[in-house]
């Protein structure tokens, strides 16, 4: 019976985060971190009859947080919050990477995505996204993963997922960076004796319209040892202070960001062209090993020259650097209140500055929300560099961190309602940043196409049902056949993805094709859907009459009644997808 909800459970919060992703929204989560041997002196004379001592705040189930306490002079506080997930004290790390990996594989996709902690000073972001004072371990993903937090275990995620395919030509790059009292500085930047040293930079807009930080040093990576060696050097440069509240308090906003890009081929261009398969994906060298030219550890420097003239993919990369997709790691500073954290002198004024910046966060985040014509990027340095990734076409976790203590509950019930405000934001569809015509079929993209094209959503929700059988984990394989990309789940063959410049006029077209309005509607679609072996009426008669067939122009669109109501399908004549017997 338990085992029963438990499973009913997962599944509703998988349809959620389905509907989360379709309407565009920031997912959010909440961890609320245990009481630790320092919070003793803050326990409060309201929290004497809390189950867990000291702690007011709790995670009724794996969505819900409840804030109960009665502080002494204010009126009693009883509030929830529901969240996509809500971690308690007693979840590992390992519970919390995995509900945050699926995102790698989109990253590797092609799509662009950020993972933020946000909370107050000493809730718990930095053991989130790094782990226990990773800075003094060097070996990170190599050894005991029992503490790791999210950025060394993506590390290893990512290099995994390339390994798992060699014929996939990458190259990744690093780059880390902090946000300190409204300024950006490179903390992979080198001073003339080589030594890595903090150098102030500037955010820039690109021709595409995309921010960057010029003159930022990105340093390529063959593993995740060497990706973690260099951010944990970086983190020894990050600014840090004893407060009050945290004894190791990180007064600056961290981000890491992990570039995807093709590597330059050693191959010749008439061979590249005769290459009728691979996806933007497969260009170039392994990340394994160095690309012609390059050698490991190489650092490259995005130009500072004519930001507007000139994109980050251009220029400074070679003709194989097309950036692919961009994975920002964010660890923010915590808010946190000047009388109880203690701080005075210039420490108090870095406390003003990161409050402020994250207020500018909270402000951005309401303006999505409400759909505000202008969004005050620009109010703070840190929006401004996160711009892309708030409003843009990223796909955005944030992780929101929580004290349980009494001490703390003014800051966590600002985090939370930060936190369901960061829900309410509504976005387009995340694009991925490949050409369409070199779109991979995958569960994301699927529902991408849905929200796009209406007319044929109901046949595109039935791909998506069958991929989905297949299960959220399935990484379909992709192979070349006379022109089109068979994605493959489990073995079953969902759809075929058309390649560029493949339409032969003579030519069957395939099942997506009709479905992007590559090929209209007119005439034999339906029995070339039936040719392309792929999608097929199973029973007889196969297809609707002529009268009741749509008569569209190329990309014109229907709504779903036209297809459906004129014509009674006949009995079991959903369409089913037939398993693909070409070899792959
Ligand atoms: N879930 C947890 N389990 C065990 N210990 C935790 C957990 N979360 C945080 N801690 C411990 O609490 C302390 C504060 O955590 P952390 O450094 O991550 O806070 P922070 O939010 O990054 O603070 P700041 O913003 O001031 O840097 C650390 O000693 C950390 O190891």
């Given at each position: 019976?338990?085992?029963?909800?438990?499973?009913?459970?997962?599944?509703?919060?998988?349809?959620?985060?389905?509907?989360?992703?379709?309407?565009?929204?920031?997912?959010?989560?909440?961890?609320?971190?245990?009481?630790?041997?320092?919070?003793?002196?803050?326990?409060?004379?309201?929290?004497?009859?809390?189950?867990?001592?000291?702690?007011?705040?709790?995670?009724?189930?794996d969505?819900?947080?409840?804030?109960e306490?009665?502080?002494?002079?204010?009126?009693?506080?009883?509030?929830?919050?529901?969240?996509?997930?809500?971690?308690?004290?007693?979840?590992?790390?390992?519970?919390?990477?995995?509900?945050?990996?699926?995102?790698?594989?989109?990253?590797?996709?092609?799509?662009?995505?950020?993972?933020?902690?946000?909370?107050?000073?000493?809730?718990?972001?930095?053991?989130?996204?790094?782990?226990?004072?990773?800075?003094?371990?060097?070996?990170?993903?190599?050894?005991?993963?029992?503490?790791?937090?999210?950025?060394?275990?993506?590390?290893?995620?990512?290099?995994?997922?390339?390994?798992?395919?060699?014929?996939?030509?990458?190259?990744?790059?690093?780059?880390?960076?902090?946000?300190?009292?409204?300024?950006?500085?490179?903390?992979?930047?080198?001073?003339?004796?080589?030594?890595?040293?903090?150098?102030?930079?500037?955010?820039?807009?690109?021709?595409?319209?995309?921010?960057?930080?010029?003159?930022?040093?990105?340093?390529?990576?063959?593993?995740?040892?060497?990706?973690?060696?260099?951010?944990?050097?970086?983190?020894?440069?990050?600014?840090?202070?004893?407060?009050?509240?945290?004894?190791?308090?990180?007064?600056?906003?961290?981000?890491?960001?992990?570039?995807?890009?093709?590597?330059?081929s050693?191959r010749?261009?008439?061979?590249?062209?005769?290459?009728?398969s691979?996806?933007?994906?497969?260009?170039?060298?392994?990340?394994?090993?160095p690309?012609?030219?390059?050698?490991p550890?190489a650092?490259?420097?995005?130009?500072?020259?004519?930001?507007?003239?000139?994109?980050?993919?251009?220029?400074?990369?070679?003709?194989?650097?097309?950036?692919?997709?961009?994975?920002?790691?964010?660890?923010?500073?915590?808010?946190?209140?000047?009388?109880?954290?203690?701080?005075?002198?210039?420490?108090?004024?870095?406390?003003?500055?990161?409050?402020?910046?994250?207020?500018?966060?909270?402000?951005?985040?309401?303006?999505?929300?409400e759909g505000?014509?202008?969004?005050?990027?620009?109010?703070?340095?840190?929006?401004?560099?996160?711009?892309?990734?708030?409003?843009?076409?990223?796909?955005?976790?944030?992780?929101?961190?929580?004290s349980?203590?009494?001490?703390?509950?003014?800051?966590?019930?600002?985090?939370?309602?930060?936190?369901?405000?960061?829900?309410?934001?509504?976005?387009?569809?995340?694009?991925?940043?490949?050409?369409?015509?070199?779109?991979?079929?995958?569960?994301?993209?699927?529902?991408?196409?849905?929200?796009?094209?209406?007319?044929?959503?109901?046949?595109?929700?039935?791909?998506?049902?069958?991929?989905?059988?297949?299960?959220?984990?399935?990484?379909?394989?992709?192979?070349s056949?006379?022109?089109?990309?068979?994605?493959?789940?489990?073995?079953?063959?969902?759809?075929?993805?058309?390649?560029?410049?493949?339409?032969?006029?003579?030519?069957?077209?395939?099942?997506?094709?009709?479905?992007?309005?590559?090929?209209?509607?007119?005439?034999?679609?339906?029995?070339?859907?039936?040719?392309?072996?792929?999608?097929?009426?199973?029973?007889?008669?196969?297809?609707?009459?002529?009268?009741?067939?749509?008569?569209?122009?190329?990309?014109?669109?229907?709504?779903?009644?036209?297809?459906?109501?004129?014509?009674?399908?006949?009995?079991?004549?959903?369409?089913?997808?037939?398993?693909?017997?070409?070899?792959?």
């Amino acid at each position: 019976m338990t085992e029963r909800y438990q499973q009913e459970r997962r599944e509703r919060r998988r349809l959620h985060n389905t509907l989360v992703e379709l309407r565009g929204n920031i997912r959010v989560h909440c961890r609320l971190r245990p009481v630790l041997p320092f919070d003793d002196e803050f326990r409060g004379p309201g929290s004497q009859n809390s189950p867990v001592s000291g702690a007011v705040a709790h995670a009724v189930d794996d969505e819900t947080i409840l804030v109960e306490c009665s502080p002494p002079g204010h009126p009693l506080i009883n509030k929830t919050y529901t969240f996509e997930r809500v971690y308690g004290p007693a979840e590992s790390q390992r519970a919390v990477f995995e509900d945050v990996c699926p995102l790698l594989t989109s990253f590797l996709d092609g799509y662009n995505v950020c993972i933020m902690a946000y909370g107050q000073t000493g809730s718990g972001k930095s053991f989130t996204m790094l782990g226990p004072r990773p800075e003094q371990d060097l070996a990170l993903p190599s050894g005991p993963h029992g503490h790791l937090g999210i950025i060394p275990r993506a590390a290893g995620e990512v290099f995994r997922l390339i390994a798992e395919n060699p014929s996939w030509r990458l190259e990744v790059d690093v780059s880390v960076v902090e946000v300190y009292n409204n300024d950006i500085f490179d903390l992979l930047a080198k001073d003339g004796c080589a030594v890595v040293s903090r150098a102030k930079r500037q955010v820039l807009t690109t021709t595409e319209g995309k921010k960057e930080v010029s003159g930022l040093t990105r340093e390529s990576v063959h593993s995740a040892v060497e990706l973690m060696t260099l951010v944990a050097a970086a983190l020894r440069l990050r600014a840090k202070q004893a407060t009050a509240v945290h004894a190791d308090s990180s007064r600056s906003h961290l981000v890491i960001t992990v570039t995807l890009t093709a590597a330059a081929s050693s191959r010749s261009t008439a061979d590249r062209q005769s290459d009728q398969s691979p996806p933007a994906e497969l260009r170039g060298p392994t990340p394994q090993r160095p690309a012609p030219g390059r050698r490991p550890g190489a650092t490259r420097t995005v130009s500072s020259v004519s930001p507007r003239t000139r994109g980050l993919g251009q220029g400074s990369q070679g003709p194989g650097g097309q950036v692919l997709s961009k994975l920002q790691l964010v660890d923010l500073a915590g808010s946190e209140c000047a009388g109880v954290s203690g701080v005075t002198g210039s420490a108090l004024r870095e406390t003003s500055l990161i409050n402020r910046s994250l207020a500018a966060l909270a402000d951005v985040l309401g303006a999505l929300s409400e759909g505000r014509g202008h969004i005050p990027y620009r109010n703070s340095t840190l929006t401004h560099f996160l711009q892309d990734a708030l409003g843009g076409d990223a796909k955005l976790q944030v992780i929101v961190c929580v004290s349980p203590c009494q001490k703390h509950v003014a800051e966590t019930l600002q985090s939370l309602g930060f936190g369901a405000r960061a829900r309410q934001v509504e976005r387009g569809c995340p694009a991925p940043r490949k050409p369409r015509s070199e779109w991979t079929l995958r569960h994301w993209d699927v529902k991408a196409l849905i929200s796009k094209n209406t007319m044929k959503s109901w046949i595109l929700a039935e791909i998506l049902c069958v991929a989905k059988r297949a299960g959220p984990q399935s990484t379909p394989r992709t192979a070349s056949t006379s022109g089109d990309k068979v994605v493959q789940a489990q073995g079953t063959s969902v759809a075929a993805v058309p390649q560029a410049g493949c339409s032969a006029p003579h030519r069957a077209p395939t099942s997506l094709e009709c479905l992007l309005g590559v090929h209209n509607w007119r005439g034999d679609s339906y029995s070339a859907w039936e040719a392309t072996g792929l999608l097929q009426f199973p029973a007889s008669p196969r297809m609707p009459p002529r009268t009741h067939r749509p008569a569209l122009g190329r990309g014109e669109d229907l709504p779903r009644r036209h297809c459906l109501l004129p014509w009674t399908p006949p009995q079991d004549s959903r369409w089913s997808l037939v398993p693909q017997t070409r070899s792959l």
